[in-house]
């Protein structure tokens, strides 16, 4: 499977705008000003079709860089800007404002007429943001690619681009088909194990997104059946991690806050002698997915789901 470099980033952000000529321009044909709930089901009026809008999550980053003309964004993440994590981190160069945290009076000062935020932002900012007249719209970040699309459509709504919404949702639904039909063949006793593991020793499990592009990918997670935390989140030891042997193990490309980390832990595991049996390693099925797409929660989950497909399955893919 292929590392991605930031300019490979940069052109698959760009692929988006070449897909969807309308996500830059079209115009909803809908009235203004409008009603709509958010992912907490909080109605929200919005006056007219949104001109600055403030997006808090990075999740509604990467939609919104694909729903809108960039000039209509007037703030996002701090962490839109690091390629590590983010999808659109050559886009965002020039969006006035980067946030690494909620600070009220700056979004205020901004005066927005729509802030996105996430749906376990502090409930008193948030009222405060609703007391000073914003039109504020809490996300919940999605687990399933239906949850997805149905936030794609929501946000859509929101921001007066229903058409541009439709074609980003089709757009994944093709390019997932496009998977499907390639494992369609494929026998479920051939089906491959795979199970991510981190440097604080958990992976993730039932109800997480990563269990939905294991399942996507034609694979089968190897912690499918361990009891998950609210977060979806399995602790596995060493011992464990022996005893549910996956054909295929991926580590983290990233560790926040240590730039060697993930290069340290990768080495870790496939060159401790008590590892050494694991059929990851002796297989050579040992891998790093970038973080920007194992973790995504837009719509560059899809590309996540296939590259895990053509690691997998390459013969496949040919």
Known sequence: MRRYSPLLLASLAGV????????????????????VR??????L????????????????????LSLVAKHRIAAVTGFSEDPAVSNVASQVFDVPVK???????????????????????????????????LAVYQFKSPISVKEIED??????????????????????????????????????????????????????GAGSSWNEIVRLAGCTSAVADLKADQYGSVTISREMLLQLDPDILMLPAWVYGDVKGSDAFYN???????????????????????????????????????????????????
């Not at 997932?176 to 981190?198: E, H, I």
């Open 38 to 43: 958010d992912d907490m089901g909080a109605a």
């Open 268 to 318: 870790s595991i496939v060159t401790d002698p008590a590892l050494k049996g694991l059929k990851a390693v002796k297989q050579g099925r040992v891998h790093r997915m970038p973080e920007s797409l194992k973790t995504a929660t837009s719509q560059y989950i899809v590309f996540a789901v296939e590259d895990l497909a053509k690691y997998a399955y390459p013969e496949l893919f040919q």
């Open 99 to 133: 946030m690494t945290q909620l600070n009220v009076e700056v979004v205020i000062a901004l005066q927005p007429d729509l802030v996105v935020v996430a749906d376990w932002t502090d409930a008193a900012s948030v009222k405060l943001l609703r007391d000073a007249g």
């Open 16 to 35: 988006f705008s070449l897909l969807l000529p309308a996500a830059l321009c079209a115009q909803s044909a809908g009235t203004w000003p409008r009603s």
């Open 151 to 204: 936030r794609i459509t929501s946000i859509g709504a929101a921001v007066g681009e229903e058409d541009a919404a439709g074609k980003l949702t089709r757009w994944m639904d093709g390019r997932l088909a496009a998977v499907t039909a390639k494992l369609a063949g494929l026998a479920p006793g051939k089906r491959l194990t795979v199970m991510d593991y981190n440097t604080w020793g958990t992976s993730m």
């Open 45 to 64: 009026k919005i006056a007219q079709k949104p001109q600055k809008i403030v997006s808090l999550t990075l999740p509604t980053d990467e939609i919104l």
